[in-house]
């Protein structure tokens, strides 16, 4: 079974001109004509995150580098909404 670290190394691998930076890496985009660093991505605990500053869907970008989505997730990600709390509340009187 692949893990999403090996996802990531896989990847990367097939990206040109990577560089690493604070909060992952830039490459050319594989999914149009990219002349400088166009797509940033970063791996977090459950998932690897792209985004292409052109504009390219994320569906492009995996199917050019001959990737599945599911590579880029764990199965223990699901999309649900967050719990909201309640941090401050106001109470107005009217005189």
């Not at 400088?36 to 995996?62: M, N, P, R, W, Y």
């Not at 599945?68 to 990600?77: A, D, H, K, P």
Request: hydrophobic share 35%; with cysteine; net charge positive.
């Amino acid at each position: 079974m692949e893990t999403l670290y090996g996802n990531w190394d896989l990847f990367c691998s097939k990206l040109e001109q990577v560089k690493l930076t604070c909060n992952g890496i830039e490459a050319l985009c594989p999914a149009h004509d990219d002349k400088k660093a166009g797509l940033s991505a970063k791996l977090e605990t459950d998932k690897i995150i792209l985004t292409c500053h052109a504009g390219c869907s994320f569906d492009g970008i995996v199917n050019a580098l001959g990737m599945n989505q599911s590579q880029f997730s764990t199965n223990n990600y699901r999309s649900k909404p967050t719990k909201k709390r309640v941090v401050a509340s106001v109470v107005f009187q009217i005189y």
